[in-house]
């Protein structure tokens, strides 16, 4: 079994400051994770994942996520905030073989920019 | 990345009726597609795994009668709420599964409000 804990619903930023968005996974296989933005009454675009390989993983849109086994963390970040970032961002783990693609879901957490 | 036509985006349906929610692969063929629903303020839930060719798969609590799946085809997938009532009122999407590892990417969904 999977699950996905992200801390923090909402999370509040100026424009230009670091935006960090936590995200602890349980897992009981290696596990795929991801990162997805959501902008209201829209769907899912994917930022980044982390399937293997090189464990700090960049994305779209200037964002990036490490990868740290030991912690169980896929935390997301991004050096310098834009207005135009401010969504729900939503992590996701995925286990492999036959069960890739069926996602868990965090709860969300909401991101706010402010001028 | 893979693109996912989901139609309607919105829909807004009387209760007892039913509705039909197709997503389509535009540029690739899925034998596996995700459905998830999401309901008002919180994370997505995976609802059902479709399977071309075969019978559908449905996660623990998800009425197999009232949310009928079909994937004739490896580019059309298709979710029907049957007798919706108010409670199925909620944001629908779909994902596609393409090779393990693969980005997973998601419809635009559908936001279906039962009156």
């Known amino acids: 079994a999977q699950s996905v804990t992200q801390l923090g619903s909402h999370v509040s930023v100026s424009e230009g400051a670091l935006v960090l968005l936590r995200c602890n996974y349980s897992?009981?296989?290696?596990?795929?994770l991801f990162w997805y933005v959501q902008y209201p009454n829209q769907g899912l675009q994917l930022l980044l994942k982390?399937?293997?390989?090189?464990?700090l993983v960049k994305g779209i849109n200037g964002f990036e996520a490490e990868f740290k086994k030991s912690e169980t963390s896929f935390h997301l970040t991004k050096p310098s905030a834009h207005m135009s970032d401010a969504a729900e961002y939503f992590c996701?783990?995925?286990?492999?073989?036959?069960?890739?693609?069926?996602?868990?879901f965090g709860q969300g957490t909401i991101l706010t920019v402010h001028p | 990345g893979a693109v996912v036509s989901q139609h309607p985006s919105r829909v807004i349906c009387k209760s007892g009726t039913s509705v039909k929610i197709e997503c389509r692969s535009l540029?690739?063929?899925?034998?596996?597609m995700f459905w998830y629903r999401q309901f008002p303020k919180q994370s997505l839930m995976l609802m059902a795994t479709?399977?071309?060719?075969?019978?559908?798969?449905?996660e623990q609590g998800v009425e197999k009668d009232k949310f009928l799946i079909n994937h004739a085809s490896l580019t059309l997938s298709t979710l029907t709420v049957t007798s919706a009532h108010p409670e199925d009122s909620s944001f629908y999407i779909c994902?596609?599964?393409?090779?393990?590892?693969?980005?997973?990417?998601f419809g635009n969904g559908t936001r279906l409000t039962v009156t």
């Open positions: 996701a783990v995925s286990a492999g073989g036959t069960s890739y693609g069926k996602l868990t």
């Open positions: 897992s009981s296989v290696p596990p795929y």
């Open positions: 982390y399937t293997t390989g090189a464990t």
């Open positions: 540029d690739f063929q899925a034998t596996t």
């Open positions: 479709s399977n071309e060719g075969s019978k559908a798969t449905y």
């Open positions: 994902s596609p599964r393409l090779g393990e590892g693969s980005p997973l990417h």
